[in-house]
């Protein structure tokens, strides 16, 4: 794809693929017959579909970046070298009848699961028409199965593994399936909703998003123990997955869900990747003192987006199918970034900040999670 040099991490913007790295992608699917088998099953379309969507949370990115700069939000939340985890995962779902959990680092999935892109950018500038009409940028929509997270890291886990026990008291064949962060999992109330989970056999996936890195501090600073030893604690089926492979990904994805729909119970499915930039973009340069210069090379070389692009192009797709899905894709975002920014003229009058939408006379009302 076309690198953007202001807004690229510097080791994609001379991005090339590397054939050692290129064959090992391959490998890490042929040497697992199941996740093989799921693999084959993908038509030319569902591999561009699964192209396309990591094409639209890269680009999704650098609008935001591109917000940034400009002045038009002061920072931003971003993905950049972990696309493949998101759109891996939400590309196993049943986006009609399945419901996710985002977390700000999986702003992709939002789209994926049929929220407008705009809407990701609206939530950004809080105006009157954005999800959650001005109150927070962290953005949901339950109608369409996206349910909005609280800020509190963690408290995801024990969200979903509520919406599992609705799906299976009403023994609907659903799925509920959220990230969690290396760091969100020390968190007590993680603990507690994949505990949860495990030992009522809820049909909920985890995929632990290890991008090594909580905030500043780095995984070896915040655990002892490896990531890959976390689902074993709670004896639920684990998987492990190689987070810039998105055929991997989907993979392991595709399998997890089809335990649950069985009524298997939860998957915890560990992902290794890494952070190619800060925090959000306040703190970039920082992240580049909390790690060796040699982590984000040897990641760099493994860029999602890259990496599935060479793949397509051995596989036979004309390089210039994937130039024109590109452009697309680009204009699409860029329109979702404009259409964004005419909602500024509609900001919500201050006393909407009270929050009745879920209650009516102090009681809480039940959400509509898009009966299927
Ligand atoms: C309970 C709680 N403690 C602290 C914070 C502040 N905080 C926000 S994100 C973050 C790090 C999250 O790390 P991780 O779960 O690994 O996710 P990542 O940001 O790497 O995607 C922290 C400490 C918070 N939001 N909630
Ligand atoms: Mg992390």
């Known amino acids: 794809m076309k690198r953007f040099p202001a807004y690229d991490p510097p080791e994609y913007v001379d991005w090339s693929p590397d054939p050692g790295l290129q064959a090992e992608y391959r490998s890490r699917i042929a040497a697992e017959p199941e996740r093989n088998e799921v693999v084959a099953s993908l038509d030319r379309n569902e591999l561009l579909g699964l192209y396309r969507e990591l094409l639209r949370t890269r680009l999704l990115d650098i609008g935001l970046k591109r917000w940034v700069r400009q002045g038009v939000i002061s920072k931003a939340w971003l993905g950049t070298g972990e696309e493949a985890v998101t759109v891996g995962s939400v590309f196993a779902l049943q986006s009609d009848r399945d419901v996710v959990c985002p977390m700000i680092r999986n702003a992709g999935a939002c789209h994926m699961m049929g929220m407008p892109l705009a809407d990701v950018f609206r939530g950004y500038l809080a105006t009157a028409d954005s999800p959650s009409r001005g109150r927070d940028l962290h953005v949901g929509d339950p109608s369409v199965g ?185 204009m699409e975002i860029d329109a979702a970034a404009e259409e964004a920014l005419s909602s500024r003229a509609h900001m919500p009058a201050p006393e909407e900040a009270r929050y009745e939408g879920f209650t009516e006379g102090g009681t809480l009302l039940s959400l509509d999670l898009r009966p299927s």
């Open 146 to 330: 996206v349910i909005q997270p609280v800020s509190q890291m963690g408290t995801n886990a024990a969200v979903m593994a509520g919406v599992a026990l609705g799906f299976k008291r009403k023994q609907e064949p659903r799925v509920a399936l959220t990230w969690l962060g290396d760091g969100a999992t020390r968190t007590g109330i993680c603990h507690e909703g994949v505990n949860l989970a495990g030992v009522q056999e809820l049909p909920v996936v985890y995929v632990l998003q290890n991008n090594q890195v909580a905030l500043g501090t780095r995984l070896a600073q915040h655990s002892r123990g490896r990531m890959s030893q976390v689902p074993q604690m709670y004896g639920i089926h684990a998987e492990e997955c190689d987070g810039n492979n998105i055929l991997d990904v989907y993979a392991a994805s595709a399998l997890a869900v089809r335990r649950c729909r069985a009524g298997e119970g939860p998957v915890m499915i560990v992902a290794d990747t890494f952070r190619m930039g800060g925090h959000a973009t306040h703190d970039e340069r920082e992240a580049r003192e909390t790690f060796p210069a040699e982590l984000f090379q040897h990641w760099g070389r493994r860029d999602p987006v890259g990496m599935f692009e060479r793949y397509l192009v051995e596989e036979g797709v004309p390089a210039e199918e994937l130039e024109r899905l590109e452009e697309a894709t680009g």
